[in-house]
């Protein structure tokens, strides 16, 4: 019987973890919101628009196709097939999970060699956090103390 109680105390402290971390999601989420809606903002989250976005926009495709092709051709050269290598590199910049060829749906990522899952998780972080903030990472300009 205590066993019992000790499992329903347990789940209740769990229940009460999530309840507060929902409550906290909430929170940030509508800040968020709020923030991305301010009449002075040069910006708007919800509709990009102007000359940033379009810097920004004419920017970032060109590079992350050009991503996109080297991505195929690293995964090409480590022994994937094109098809299951222009899968690869879409669905890891993109983040999605499936791909084609070898890495579809009931497929997984466990067969690609060492190197292939390296490549693809750097594309993923590409995909995720966008080239430019990845590269800023690699200048000498961030590394140096201020």
Known sequence: MKKMIDQVGESMKTARR???ASKAA????ALSFLASCAKDAPQDTWQPAGPNAERIDNLQRPVFYVAGVV????FSVLGLDFKTALGAAASTLGNVGPALGDL???HTYADL????KLWATFLMLIGRLELFTVLILFTPFFWRTR
């Open 71 to 74: 991505g195929v051709i690293v």
């Open 113 to 116: 060699p060492a190197l292939a």
């Open 104 to 106: 579809g749906p009931v």
């Open 26 to 29: 909430i929170a940030v989420s």
């Open 18 to 20: 999530w309840r507060n």
